[in-house]
Antibody, heavy 118, light 107 residues
Framework: QVQLQESGPGLVKPSETLSLTCTVSGGSISSYYWSWIRQPPGKGLKWIGYIYYTGTTNYNPSLKSRVTISVDSSKNQFSLNLSSVTAADTAVYYC????????????WGQGTLVTVSS | DIQMTQSPSSLSASVGDRVTITCQASQDIGNYLNWYQQKPGKAPKLLIYDASNLETGVPSRFSGSGSGTDFTFTISSLQPEDIATYYCQHYDNLPYTFGQGTNLEIK
């Protein structure tokens, strides 16, 4: 059974870059799409972007200028970089798998809270 | 972006009640709609995919219907463990977007 686990700093300073990694266990990163989704405290869900195992990416236009998602198949990991963060980027960040570009997210990681504060 | 509008935003019901949540898309999305359950402090969990298909292992009291722009999520008999926030999500095109969520409480 595939499991996803997010990791990275829980506190990032304003204007700096938020960096998170999602480690996939119990299955291969190959042949799937991998997304990042975030949820500000007490608010709803927002899709950030995805990467296909080949390295093809697609980002939410509202974040595109600041987002980079990359994959390291040798480590069964994919990563999120979000630059020039502000307090508005404070959120729980989830990674999730989907089997194609047009499908559902399942499974999800447990999520990691990232707070942007000086 | 396709806007997903859920109603109600919050709902209070009694154990055993039939509960219905609606989700309206700002344009035709066919049946490209999913429903998730999120309990406090946990990640969302897929319940329904392709508008009406029950994910494996999900109790049969959960169901979904609809197509085009109007969708419905139903719990046939509310159980205490169903207390959660429920989200719809489309995947017709990018960017994927979610409804604002429906917070379900026990009366």
């Amino acid at each position: 059974q595939v499991q996803l686990q997010e990791s990275g700093p829980g506190l990032v300073k304003p204007s700096e870059t938020l960096s998170l990694t999602c480690t996939v266990s119990g299955g291969s990163i190959s042949s799937y799409y991998w997304s990042w989704i975030r949820q500000p405290p007490g608010k709803g869900l927002k899709w950030i972007g995805y990467i296909y195992y080949t390295g093809t990416t697609n980002y939410n236009p509202s974040l595109k200028s600041r987002v980079t998602i990359s994959v390291d198949s040798s480590k069964n990991q994919f990563s999120l970089n979000l630059s020039s963060v502000t307090a508005a980027d404070t959120a729980v960040y989830y990674c999730a798998r989907h089997s194609s570009e047009t499908t559902w997210f399942d499974p999800w990681g447990q999520g990691t809270l990232v707070t942007v504060s000086s | 972006d396709i806007q997903m509008t859920q109603s109600p935003s919050s709902l209070s019901a009694s154990v055993g009640d039939r509960v219905t949540i609606t989700c309206q898309a700002s344009q035709d999305i066919g049946n490209y709609l999913n429903w998730y359950q999120q309990k406090p402090g946990k990640a969302p969990k897929l319940l329904i995919y392709d508008a009406s298909n029950l994910e494996t292992g999900v109790p049969s009291r959960f169901s979904g219907s609809g197509s085009g722009t109007d969708f419905t999520f139903t719990i046939s008999s509310l159980q205490p463990e169903d207390i959660a926030t429920y989200y719809c999500q489309h995947y017709d095109n990018l960017p994927y977007t979610f409804g604002q969520g429906t917070n379900l409480e026990i009366k």
